[in-house]
């Protein structure tokens, strides 16, 4: 079992829609990142959560410890969020574990 | 422009021939890191640092080298080239880990080893 589970591993949505994707882990963390990775290949960080919730624009990322779980939502749904959304934890000595990334597409 | 600029983007290269793949931000950060690709395994930490002079280990080590003489710059070093390490290869930087700052990525090097 990997220590990164992320669901689901493809979404297709139609514009306008609300979009959820989940990741669960099995270890300690200090921190958590969602990356977005578009189809030319480039990585750029979304957000970093420790506790709580942070929202940039239509994205919010919210994060249970408890529970070990969090989750990506990206509100009103455009083509141009069609990208590989890939979560990732940070444990004790900043190494990084990576889930195996949604792929999502929005269609007009 | 706030970046962090790898070099080469795409790089064909034979068994056995030693190789550097240069990495190099402009933001001061003290946390650089390297990571590879591949299809369906996803990414995989190859090794980190926490500053100069300061290397740790990631998941998938074997077969790479670096070193961190400078806070600026962070290469990756295939000192013997092997099949097995034809990927997509990341690097990325960021404040220290726990300081609330995420990571900016480099575009990538696409090694292939023949």
């Known amino acids: 079992k990997n220590e990164v589970e992320q669901s689901p591993q493809n979404l297709t949505a139609q514009e306008g829609e609300f979009i959820t994707i989940n990741c669960s882990y099995s270890?300690?963390?200090?921190?958590l990142h969602w990356l977005q990775q578009h189809p030319g290949g480039g990585i750029v960080s979304l957000f970093m959560?420790?506790?709580g919730k942070k929202k940039h624009g239509r994205l919010i990322a919210t994060i249970n410890i408890q529970e070990k779980h969090s989750s990506l939502h990206i509100t009103a749904s455009h083509p141009r969020d069609s990208a590989v959304y890939i979560c990732a934890v940070e444990t004790s000595g900043s190494r990084l574990t990576f889930g195996e990334g949604t792929q999502l597409t929005v269609n007009p | 422009e706030a970046q962090v600029t790898q070099n080469p983007r795409y790089l064909i290269t034979v068994t056995g021939k030693k190789l550097t793949v240069t990495c190099s931000q402009n933001?001061?950060?003290?946390?650089m890191s390297w990571y590879r690709q591949d299809p369906g395994l996803g990414l995989r930490q190859i090794y980190y640092?926490?500053?100069?002079?300061?290397?740790d280990k990631g998941d998938v080590p074997e077969g790479y080298k670096v070193s961190r003489k400078e806070k600026r710059n962070f290469p990756l070093i295939l000192e013997s080239p092997s099949p097995n390490q034809t990927s997509l290869y990341f690097c990325a930087s960021g404040t220290r880990p726990g300081q609330g700052g995420g990571y900016t990525f480099g575009s990538g090097t696409r090694l292939t080893v023949v």
């Open positions: 933001m001061n950060h003290e946390y």
């Open positions: 959560l420790s506790s």
């Open positions: 270890v300690g963390i200090s921190a």
């Open positions: 640092s926490m500053n100069v002079e300061v290397t």
